[in-house]
């Protein structure tokens, strides 16, 4: 069986009405996405938006036909700002295994490696998590969380206790245990990442009394000998005086979700209170580290 693909670029101002036009002509599905790398990364609380610029894609059964659907977008294309307008033809395929494949192992600096949990891994002495994408962030995809785990790889987790600030699948938390750390808690206010967290605990075989979650309200009062927190540069600032607050002294601070044009408002909020500060780039964004004074 084929399907019908419908692609058309628009503004976010006419979305709905495109939308709801493709709806109206039997589709059976329809994506939006961003139509310029133009990230959404601060949202309002309750704030749903979209980009400016947006791909919508309609999907319609073979024998479905478009032709009033296509005269309408045509006739429309000023009113609705459609700036682009393709009608194709696509086979179908397996699509479950189609969007397994997409996802394919990553290494983290020399020894830190994340799986899919349908992969057979090798038998070797690489430390390995399995990890499967989804609602939770934080599958090692994005440069912030690529940079944290490269970080971790690279030191010497043996014995530590850490804090993941804003855990979101628990990669980072369960990554320093994999890596020899006694202790971990994971917090986050948002319940499917901490539901994301256990569920990715119990897949990696981590002994839940070494993992505790939790949303920040309700976090231990314990100082940590690693503090990370992979979250949004804004949030970052005002939380400088939680997050140094729960690290010892001596322990090490590892920021991301920072883009480099936001590292003077990270570095004015946490210099005063670290030492040996190390900022490492990826694409457009950091990681900031540094040792509690």
Request: glycine share 6%.
């Amino acid at each position: 069986m084929s399907w019908q693909q419908l692609v058309c670029h628009t503004t976010s101002r006419h979305q709905d009405t495109v939308v709801d036009t493709m709806e109206a002509a039997g589709s059976v599905s329809i994506t939006w996405q961003d139509a310029e790398d133009d990230p959404i990364l601060e949202p309002k609380p309750g704030e749903m938006r979209l980009w400016d610029n947006l791909v919508v894609t309609a999907l319609y059964e073979e024998d479905t036909d478009l032709t009033e659907l296509l005269l309408e977008l045509e006739v429309r294309k000023i009113d609705w700002q459609i700036s682009f307008l393709q009608q194709e033809t696509i086979e179908d395929q397996p699509w479950e295994r189609a969007w397994m494949d997409s996802f394919q192992p990553m290494c983290f600096g020399e020894r830190l490696w994340i799986y899919p949990s349908w992969y057979e891994t090798p038998d070797d002495d690489s430390v390995k998590l399995l990890l499967d994408p989804g609602l939770a962030f934080g599958t090692g995809t994005h440069p912030t969380t690529a940079l944290c785990l490269e970080w971790l790889d690279g030191q010497d987790m043996t014995g530590k206790a850490v804090l993941d600030y804003g855990c979101g699948s628990g990669v980072l938390a369960i990554a320093a245990l994999k890596l020899g750390a006694t202790q971990a808690v994971g917090t986050d206010i948002d319940p499917q990442a901490l539901q994301a967290t256990l569920d990715n605990a119990e897949r990696n075989h981590i002994d839940l009394a070494q993992l505790h979650t939790c949303y920040p309200d309700a976090l231990p009062q314990q100082t940590h000998d690693v503090v990370m927190a992979n979250i949004l540069a804004g949030p970052l600032v005002e939380l400088a005086p939680v997050l140094l607050a729960r690290l010892r002294k001596g322990g090490q601070l590892i920021l991301s979700g920072i883009l480099a044009e936001q590292t003077e408002a990270i570095i004015n909020a946490y210099q005063p209170s670290l030492d040996n500060l190390i900022i490492k780039q990826k694409d457009d964004w950091i990681r900031v580290s540094g040792t509690c004074r």
